[in-house]
């Protein structure tokens, strides 16, 4: 039908357009396919599946013998996962220090990034980069640095001494204090970053008009800012919480023998005990855990993403 | 503007937040100099430390492994990341495009022990069924974050693309350019100032990941963080303190760099304008 409506050229033209966007599409299409998507399907399956010394060491789920498919599906790793009380407190440790580590990074963060987009605009971008910079370094090395700060012969144990607030050090590395500050101290350029871009696209004739109307500062802040910010706090809290409940590095490195984490527990069961199948379930239960938090995010960045202008 | 008092309570905020991120990064700097072993003695300057550094030829060599991953890794990032912020800003009505655009993001928020460990389960299966790869190292880990940096890519550039002003390509369109013509000639120029931070911030991703290069990587490759890691773990180490040191120095001199271009670059819009 279009070849009668369209000279041969621009038909030409038509089809290359159509070819040049399957090849972009199809490209990172089958690339996060093959390496993102499909790698859950067999974390998936292999959490139905029992440990063995082998290699790789788990049952296979799916077998082909003589001409018969058949499927192998145990729960038994789910069973475990509920029975063995260790697992059900690390998840929730894990729900716990994540929560309180974000409402930590939002009660510092929001304030910040409030000022931030307060100020001209040179300083802002002077402030962007102050509060990105740490970012970049590496993550590692910065919760390294409170090993030292923390520590029974540490700096803050040492300047509160010397300053004759305590008398002998007080406990705080291996505590889930520690691993508390550690993670607000991580995360907090990226509760901050949302917010800012948040606040900083609010319209100040609003808040002109309240003030105009006789409102106080404190109230146009509850009444007019707050809510409007409502979407960068979300983004903020995701990113902050979600990596937080899987952190492995920040309990393994500032946490102590009772700081119970789901990603410390996962990386002990696959590296320490070569058991994948738990592992996977872990894994499993986890991402279940995290899907509602994960699809909110998601939502927020779609929209963002689709969003014109 | 609404008016603001020079000590607010957000100001205040700001400035202890700032302390907050960046004394430990002093303290870091400072011990590194400390010519004791012991943290909390100081027993003096001393550069001691920066000579262990360089000596140690396995942090060396793991620097050296870490680099060349994350350059390629960033390399092969803003390809992928590029096109998947073309789909997402340019094709609005093309089939998959949601599956797509959720596995985009995704990996923004995905814990990093569940990554790592979906993608060596993904290795292990396809050494199995096609027998590559035989060894994991560092092949794998490019795989690993080629796909976790992408993602960063995407959000970085279609946040320019949304920018760009669509007429240009449209003209260069209508006057009879192709598509793949008009992204090189018109497009890439507008948006590889994007092109760059992405590439930049997807190699700091490649360079920091410790907990996603543990499950993929084998004996054979073993990445800075790694090495990092096994010798923090037991304490903390004044050789690791001068490291820290030299990466944060080097992290800064190239963000003020990337500052003052930037701001060079303001500086002459408005001169223009």
């Given at each position: 039908?279009?070849?009668?409506?369209?000279?041969?050229?621009?038909?030409?033209?038509?089809?290359?357009?159509?070819?040049?966007?399957?090849?972009?599409?199809?490209?990172?299409?089958?690339?996060?396919?093959?390496?993102?998507?499909?790698?859950?399907?067999?974390?998936?399956?292999?959490?139905?599946?029992?440990?063995?010394?082998?290699?790789?060491?788990?049952?296979?789920?799916?077998?082909?013998?003589?001409?018969?498919?058949?499927?192998?599906?145990?729960?038994?790793?789910?069973?475990?996962?509920?029975?063995?009380?260790?697992?059900?407190?690390?998840?929730?440790?894990?729900?716990?220090?994540a929560f309180i580590a974000t409402l930590v990074c939002l009660l510092i963060g929001y304030p910040m990034a409030y000022a931030m987009a307060r100020a001209s605009?040179?300083m802002q971008?002077?402030l962007l980069?102050?509060v990105?910079?740490?970012?970049?370094?590496?993550?590692?090395?910065?919760?390294?640095?409170?090993?030292?700060?923390?520590?029974?012969?540490?700096?803050?144990?040492?300047?509160?001494?010397?300053?004759?607030?305590?008398?002998?050090?007080?406990?705080?590395?291996?505590?889930?204090?520690?691993?508390?500050?550690?993670?607000a101290?991580?995360y907090l350029p990226f509760m901050v970053l949302p917010i800012y871009t948040n606040l900083v696209k609010l319209d100040v004739r609003l808040l002109e008009a309240a003030s105009d109307l006789g409102c106080r500062s404190l109230t146009t802040f509850w009444a007019i800012t707050l809510p409007l910010s409502r979407a960068g706090i979300v983004a903020g809290s995701m990113l902050v919480f979600i990596?937080a409940?899987?952190?492995?590095?920040?309990?393994?490195?500032?946490?102590?023998?009772?700081?119970?984490?789901?990603?410390?527990?996962?990386?002990?069961?696959?590296?320490?005990?070569?058991?994948?199948?738990?592992?996977?379930?872990?894994?499993?239960?986890?991402?279940?855990?995290?899907?509602i938090p994960?699809?909110l995010f998601?939502r927020l960045q779609?929209r963002e993403?689709?969003k014109?202008? | 503007m609404v008016k603001s008092r020079p000590f607010s309570f957000s100001k205040v905020m700001l400035v202890l937040g700032l302390?907050f991120?960046?004394?430990?990064?002093?303290?870091?700097?400072?011990?590194?100099?400390?010519?004791?072993?012991?943290?909390?003695?100081?027993?003096?300057?001393?550069?001691?430390?920066?000579?262990?550094?360089?000596?140690?030829?396995?942090?060396?060599?793991?620097?050296?492994?870490?680099?060349?991953?994350?350059?390629?890794?960033?390399?092969?990032?803003?390809?992928?990341?590029?096109?998947?912020?073309?789909?997402?800003?340019?094709?609005?009505?093309?089939?998959?495009?949601?599956?797509?655009?959720?596995?985009?993001?995704?990996?923004?928020?995905?814990?990093?022990?569940?990554?790592?460990?979906?993608?060596?389960?993904?290795?292990?299966?396809?050494?199995?069924?096609?027998?590559?790869?035989?060894?994991?190292?560092?092949?794998?880990?490019?795989?690993?974050?080629?796909?976790?940096?992408?993602?960063?890519?995407?959000?970085?550039?279609?946040?320019?693309?949304?920018?760009?002003?669509?007429?240009?390509?449209?003209?260069?369109?209508?006057?009879?350019?192709?598509?793949?013509?008009?992204?090189?000639?018109?497009?890439?120029?507008?948006?590889?100032?994007?092109?760059?931070?992405?590439?930049?911030?997807?190699?700091?991703?490649?360079?920091?990941?410790?907990?996603?290069?543990?499950?993929?990587?084998?004996?054979?490759?073993?990445?800075?963080?790694?090495?990092?890691?096994?010798?923090?773990?037991?304490?903390?180490?004044?050789?690791?303190?001068?490291?820290?040191?030299?990466?944060?120095?080097?992290?800064?001199?190239?963000?003020?760099?990337?500052?003052?271009?930037?701001?060079?670059?303001?500086?002459?819009?408005?001169?223009?304008?």
């Amino acid at each position: 039908m279009a070849n009668k409506l369209m000279p041969a050229p621009l038909m030409e033209r038509v089809r290359a357009v159509v070819f040049h966007r399957r090849v972009v599409f199809g490209i990172p299409f089958l690339w996060l396919l093959l390496f993102f998507l499909l790698p859950f399907a067999l974390v998936l399956k292999i959490s139905f599946s029992s440990a063995v010394m082998a290699i790789p060491p788990y049952e296979p789920v799916f077998t082909f013998v003589d001409n018969t498919f058949s499927v192998m599906v145990n729960f038994s790793n789910y069973l475990f996962l509920l029975s063995d009380s260790l697992y059900i407190a690390a998840y929730w440790g894990s729900v716990k220090i994540a929560f309180i580590a974000t409402l930590v990074c939002l009660l510092i963060g929001y304030p910040m990034a409030y000022a931030m987009a307060r100020a001209s605009a040179r300083m802002q971008l002077v402030l962007l980069l102050m509060v990105m910079l740490p970012s970049w370094t590496s993550f590692l090395i910065r919760v390294y640095a409170w090993m030292g700060i923390l520590g029974n012969q540490g700096l803050l144990n040492n300047l509160l001494m010397w300053l004759g607030a305590i008398n002998e050090p007080l406990k705080m590395l291996n505590t889930n204090f520690a691993v508390v500050l550690g993670i607000a101290y991580a995360y907090l350029p990226f509760m901050v970053l949302p917010i800012y871009t948040n606040l900083v696209k609010l319209d100040v004739r609003l808040l002109e008009a309240a003030s105009d109307l006789g409102c106080r500062s404190l109230t146009t802040f509850w009444a007019i800012t707050l809510p409007l910010s409502r979407a960068g706090i979300v983004a903020g809290s995701m990113l902050v919480f979600i990596p937080a409940v899987g952190e492995f590095v920040i309990p393994e490195l500032l946490g102590g023998p009772d700081t119970l984490m789901i990603g410390k527990v996962l990386w002990e069961e696959f590296f320490n005990n070569r058991d994948w199948p738990v592992a996977s379930s872990l894994a499993i239960v986890m991402l279940a855990l995290l899907l509602i938090p994960i699809v909110l995010f998601h939502r927020l960045q779609a929209r963002e993403m689709e969003k014109d202008g | 503007m609404v008016k603001s008092r020079p000590f607010s309570f957000s100001k205040v905020m700001l400035v202890l937040g700032l302390l907050f991120l960046y004394l430990p990064m002093v303290v870091l700097i400072v011990y590194s100099f400390n010519a004791s072993r012991l943290v909390s003695v100081w027993a003096g300057f001393s550069t001691h430390w920066y000579g262990e550094l360089f000596r140690d030829q396995q942090i060396l060599s793991a620097v050296w492994m870490s680099l060349k991953i994350a350059f390629y890794s960033a390399s092969m990032a803003v390809c992928l990341g590029t096109l998947c912020a073309f789909v997402m800003t340019r094709f609005k009505r093309i089939r998959g495009r949601t599956l797509l655009s959720s596995m985009v993001s995704a990996p923004l928020v995905m814990p990093e022990v569940i990554t790592g460990l979906s993608l060596l389960l993904l290795f292990v299966q396809m050494a199995q069924t096609i027998g590559w790869p035989v060894d994991r190292g560092m092949a794998t880990i490019w795989i690993a974050h080629t796909t976790f940096c992408s993602a960063y890519v995407a959000v970085v550039v279609s946040a320019r693309l949304r920018e760009v002003d669509r007429s240009i390509e449209e003209a260069a369109m209508d006057l009879g350019c192709t598509p793949l013509k008009t992204f090189f000639v018109i497009t890439l120029p507008v948006i590889a100032p994007a092109l760059v931070s992405g590439w930049l911030l997807a190699f700091t991703l490649s360079l920091d990941d410790l907990v996603i290069a543990s499950f993929v990587s084998g004996p054979g490759a073993t990445t800075l963080p790694m090495v990092v890691f096994s010798s923090v773990r037991m304490g903390v180490s004044p050789k690791i303190n001068a490291l820290a040191a030299l990466i944060i120095l080097a992290v800064s001199l190239i963000a003020f760099i990337a500052w003052y271009l930037m701001w060079r670059a303001e500086k002459r819009r408005q001169g223009e304008a």
